[in-house]
């Protein structure tokens, strides 16, 4: 027992928190005069160096690792910052405020008010209408259907939706609403094609929430005397709330970002949309805008799409942070 | 659990037997220090008679060990309530023995002799090891169907117990001197009778113990008998 | 006017689970302002029987049943049922504490809310005459709009008794109250179902057959489906009739 004791009193003596491998240290700290077995200790420090290098390098290794995989969006951030910072800030905040305050005037100079207020609306319109419908798809889905054919051909369908290119919605709403429907190009036939685009997405993350709250949550409900359709109103949606919130704010970041699908079916405009369907329906948007102006052999206004990128992920950043934010600090409250 | 609890009572069970042990030594011994009025036999009995008593203090400590620990129910609840009051009985008879032993050591002292030959004194010795024996091995082993026997003893030792009583009394009307000896034979008999008492309540305890239906014992209980209950 | 003998009367009953045959031929009552314990091995279908009481079976697809279960002297399975009136009247309390994720005043009023109850006076009395019945008012009464997940285990169970008592159900029905929680909780939550008991029937199914004997007044043996025996628990506890139930109790066997 003693002997033990002194050996757990000496090991502190001997070894030290992060020996470095080549044992350089070990001259530093007070030798073990009083450890029996000497021999024993040393041999076993020198195995313990090894494992400690082995372990220091792949420490390093990982660290590399995530600075190669982090470093892509640094790097985007840092360009943009350069370049698009000064095109909207330049000579100060005032002209930042400008920029985003006003149209796009003769020549295309000018802020870009257009085309935040048309992605606004167009995302408004898309979060009209993809939300409930899938919401409430995901709804039925999981608390009214049996598992079996039906639900599993509409979770398939909604996972090919989801991995459907953007362009091919773009088509899709070109052929169908634009051509088909006939309700021509604008913000209506844009943002409905940019709603079916969210609708697997806010599908699924809805379905994953909701088959997060535990059964006996809607058992206690029911056994209360409720019924389905109150339980699931306001139990299970209640509890499934911030995952849903959560899904379909990131659906809003995705989408705000696409260009594709508007390509053939929102049309463009130097002003704000002011109706529904029709000439005055057509839309400026972010994206495009960034497109047009990068493509355009104007110089000032390669400029300004870098300013516009700036502004566009300034916006999904945003969305992202509060998306984080509710799903982090919301779901705790969930037992 | 069930084996852990079924050794816990095996080995109160196994105290239980050497108590009986004892007992019926005791018994028989008590009955030879008075046939012979003999110190030596009467001082065996005493230390008989403690060390019963320490086993029985032992086996109530164990059975309340045993309920507190294993919280047992049912059949195993009442074999070990059965066996705590069992060990009361045992003691209680050995108390017995000890008495006629204490007497023994009184006759000695005043140098009284006997004025008969000892006829059914032995005889109630021995049935009352008998029907201890019969009871206890209800008690250790479950078998309860020597138990009807015991009443027929029972009957039988009532009526020898009446006879002597009568014939103690012829024998005091007809001679005033043998009047402590003759009361001694009287005690010693009671103290038997006694005894073999105790041992009934033993086999009523087996009764509950086994079928967990209480049933008392005795012709005297079911009117079968003229004799009252002692 | 229906006159019934016991509130609750099982005659004859047998469930399944698509071809799987759970309790066979079932048949017994439950002592009114008592607590019966439904005890038996793990699997045994204690909680098929409580959960075909308050018709919580029917949610599932496979499920099938015949005989009959009468709640004051009404067969519950009948076409005329309400099974919603027949949940307000018979209350459940579940093996882990499940409160809504809302404040614990929330969760005391949704029950009466959803029979009716608007007022918000008397909702907040019944909210504090719950609570006081779960022994839990006095803990809680300073932070009603706390969410109720932030209690503890044992409070939560008693949150989740309070709100099943919030609609005031002549009958409770627990399966395994307290068998997720620690032994001091579980203790207080034993002796806060033993005074619940003047005032409500209480059903209780248990794998702990020391409890079902510290708490229960009656109790049922379930083994493999079958009513092996029931009686008194004091008889039970003392001289069992069937040797299956003497094996069980003792720890011979499940």
Redesign the interface.
């Known amino acids: 027992m003693r002997v033990r004791a002194m050996r757990k009193q000496a090991k502190p003596l001997s070894e030290t928190p992060e020996t470095p491998p080549d044992g350089a240290g070990r001259a530093l700290h007070t030798g073990s005069p009083s450890t029996p077995g000497k021999g024993t200790v040393f041999s076993k420090k020198r195995v313990r160096s090894a494992r400690m290098m082995k372990d220091s390098l792949f420490k390093v290794l990982l660290a590399v690792i995530s600075v190669v995989i982090v470093l892509p969006f640094f790097l985007i951030l840092l360009q943009l910052a350069s370049a698009g910072l000064g095109e909207v800030l330049g000579s100060g905040l005032g002209q930042g405020i400008q920029f985003i305050d006003t149209n796009p005037g003769p020549g295309l100079r000018g802020g870009i008010l257009n085309s935040i207020v048309g992605s606004i609306a167009l995302s408004a319109l898309a979060g009209a209408v993809g939300i409930p419908v899938s919401v409430l798809g995901a709804v039925y889905i999981n608390e009214y259907t049996r598992p079996g054919r039906v639900k599993n051909a509409i979770e398939f369908g909604a996972d090919v939706l989801a991995g459907i290119p953007s362009i091919v919605f773009g088509a899709f709403g070109l052929a169908l609403l634009v051509g088909g429907l006939g309700f021509g190009f604008g913000l209506f036939s844009g943002g409905v094609t940019l709603a079916f685009m969210m609708i697997p997405t806010i599908l699924r993350t809805t379905e994953e929430a909701l088959r997060a709250v535990p059964v006996s949550l809607r058992e206690a409900s029911l056994a209360l005397g409720a019924t389905k359709w109150t339980t699931t109103w306001k139990v299970t949606i209640r509890a499934a709330f911030p995952g849903i919130v959560t899904g379909v704010l990131l659906a809003f970041g995705r989408v705000i970002g696409e260009t594709a699908p508007l390509l053939f079916t929102s049309g463009n405009s130097l002003g704000e949309p002011t109706s529904l369907f029709g000439p005055g329906s057509w839309v400026a948007a972010l994206p495009y805008t960034i497109y047009l102006y990068i493509s355009d052999p104007r110089d000032y206004l390669k400029a300004k799409a870098q300013g516009t990128a700036v502004i566009l992920l300034i916006i999904v950043l945003t969305v992202d942070v509060i998306a984080n934010y509710i799903s982090r600090k919301v779901t705790r409250r969930l037992v | 659990m069930g084996t852990l609890l079924e050794k816990y009572i095996a080995d109160i069970g196994k105290r239980l037997e050497k108590m009986q042990e004892l007992c019926g030594k005791a018994l028989l011994l008590a009955m030879d220090a008075f046939a012979s009025i003999d110190v030596s036999l009467a001082l065996e009995v005493a230390e008989m008679a403690d060390e019963n008593e320490e086993l029985s203090h032992k086996v109530e400590e164990n059975v309340i060990e045993t309920i507190a620990r294993r919280q047992p129910v049912a059949g195993d609840l009442r074999k070990l309530a059965g066996y705590l009051q069992v060990a009361g009985n045992l003691y209680r008879i050995g108390r017995h023995a000890n008495k006629i032993a204490h007497i023994v050591k009184l006759a000695d002292g005043l140098h009284l002799q006997h004025f008969k030959e000892l006829r059914t004194l032995p005889f109630l010795a021995q049935q009352s090891k008998t029907t201890l024996d019969i009871a206890m091995k209800a008690v250790l082993t479950g078998d309860l169907s020597e138990i009807e026997e015991l009443e027929k003893l029972e009957s039988v030792t009532d009526k020898e117990t009446e006879d002597m009583f009568e014939e103690i009394v012829e024998y005091l009307r007809k001679d005033q001197t043998i009047v402590r000896m003759a009361l001694f034979y009287i005690l010693v008999g009671r103290y038997y009778e006694r005894a073999a008492d105790h041992a009934m309540m033993i086999a009523e305890r087996a009764i509950y113990m086994v079928t967990g239906h209480r049933q008392k014992l005795g012709l005297a209980y079911k009117e079968a008998s003229l004799h009252p209950p002692h | 006017m229906i006159t019934w003998t016991n509130q609750i009367e099982v005659h004859d009953l047998n469930t399944w689970f698509g071809s799987k045959h759970i309790l066979k031929g079932i048949s017994c009552y439950f002592m009114d302002n008592a607590v019966t314990a439904i005890m038996g091995p793990s699997g045994c279908g204690k909680s098929t029987l409580l959960r075909t009481i308050?018709r919580?079976n029917d949610?599932i697809?496979n499920f099938r049943m015949t005989g009959k279960i009468l709640f004051e002297g009404e067969d519950i399975y009948s076409a005329e049922a309400s099974v919603?009136?027949?949940?307000?009247r018979i209350?459940?309390v579940?093996q882990?504490?499940?409160?809504?994720?809302?404040s614990v005043r929330d969760n005391i009023k949704?029950?009466p809310k959803?029979?009716g109850v608007h007022d918000e006076d008397q909702l907040d009395k019944i909210v504090e005459h719950s609570l006081r019945r779960a022994a839990l008012w006095d803990e809680v009464k300073d932070e009603l709009d706390a969410?109720a997940?932030?209690l503890s285990g044992g409070q939560?169970q008693r949150l989740?008794i309070a709100?099943?008592l919030?609609?005031d159900p002549p009958v409770l029905l627990m399966d395994e109250p307290v068998s997720s929680l620690d032994p001091i909780s579980a203790g207080k939550i034993e002796e806060l179902i033993v005074t619940l008991k003047e005032d409500y029937t209480i059903i209780l199914v248990t794998h702990n057959?020391?409890q079902a004997?510290r708490v229960s007044d009656q109790a049922a043996f379930l083994y493999m489906g079958e009513l092996v025996e029931f009686d008194e628990t004091s008889h039970?506890?003392?001289?069992?009739s069937d040797p299956r139930?003497?094996a069980f109790?003792?720890?011979?066997i499940g």
């Open positions: 308050n919580l949610m697809g919603y009136e027949l949940r307000k209350g459940m579940f882990r504490p499940n409160p809504f994720p809302m949704y029950g959803l029979h969410p997940p932030n939560q989740c709100r099943a919030s609609v057959v020391q004997f039970i506890a003392e001289a069992p139930t003497e109790i003792t720890g011979r």
